[in-house]
T-cell receptor, first 113, second 114 residues
Framework: DAKTTQPDSMESTEGETVHLPCSHA???????IYWYRQVPLQGPEYVTH???QNTTNSMAFLAIASDRKSSTLILPHVSLRDAAVYHC??????????????FGEGTKLTVSS | NAGVIQTPRHKVTGKGQEATLWCEPI?????VFWYRQTIVQGLEFLTYFRNQAPIDDSGMPKERFSAQMPNQSHSTLKIQSTQPQDSAVYLC????????????FGAGTRLSVL
């Protein structure tokens, strides 16, 4: 699986819109971009995923560059509950193949009041 | 939907003892994954099952660690002769199937080996 690069940490203030970048210059055409987040004492939580088109759900907006070499997870109006480590992961999603997700260090998002 | 249930939440063992960790996946999910998390190594993949069959155990230590899934409602991770370096949070996750990688994680079992 291709590698992703994320900043180690980012800081924000409640109510702000946060942009979390992820670089994946060697992404393959059949690799999806997944985002998970993890808070202390809990397991990772699925946030969103996409292949080529931008996607949105109740948690976040995922913007994918047209060349797919980078993506940005956009968190609108963050609250203290959004403070977590955010992981950007690439994975080929195919039935029958190895489906494990490989987590990197992620970006630690700090939210202050 | 209670989510993925892991028991116990905390387990303390003495060096050399055996530890068995339990995972109950979300009902109807066909894939179960085990991960280990430490501050130093981060989140490490251990093994996973699909329809109860072991598919990929490439992350499992070669000795003392074993995982089973005797039925669709639970999986176990067993560590024999535990060592202090086995201390970690062990996370279980399940997914509906392998065509999508939306894994749902449990809260984990914190294993402390004294």
């Amino acid at each position: 699986d291709a590698k992703t690069t994320q900043p180690d940490s980012m800081e924000s203030t409640e109510g702000e819109t946060v942009h979390l970048p992820c670089s994946h210059a060697t992404i393959s055409g059949n690799e999806y971009i997944y985002w998970y987040r993890q808070v202390p004492l809990q397991g990772p939580e699925y946030v969103t995923h996409g292949l080529q088109q931008n996607t949105t759900n109740s948690m976040a907006f995922l913007a994918i560059a047209s060349d797919r070499k980078s993506s940005t997870l956009i968190l609108p109006h963050v609250s203290l509950r959004d403070a977590a480590v955010y992981h950007c992961i690439l994975r080929v999603a195919n039935q029958g193949g190895s489906a494990k997700l490989i987590f990197g260090e992620g970006t630690k998002l700090t939210v202050s009041s | 939907n209670a989510g993925v249930i892991q028991t116990p939440r905390h387990k303390v063992t003495g060096k050399g003892q055996e530890a068995t960790l339990w995972c109950e996946p979300i009902s109807g999910h066909s894939a179960v994954f085990w991960y280990r998390q430490t501050i130093v190594q981060g989140l490490e993949f251990l093994t996973y099952f699909r329809n109860q069959a072991p598919i990929d155990d490439s992350g499992m230590p070669k000795e003392r660690f074993s995982a089973q899934m005797p039925n669709q409602s639970h999986s176990t991770l067993k560590i024999q002769s535990t060592q202090p370096q086995d201390s970690a949070v062990y996370l279980c996750a399940s997914s509906l199937d392998l065509s999508q990688n939306t894994l749902y994680f449990g809260a984990g079992t914190r294993l402390s080996v004294l």
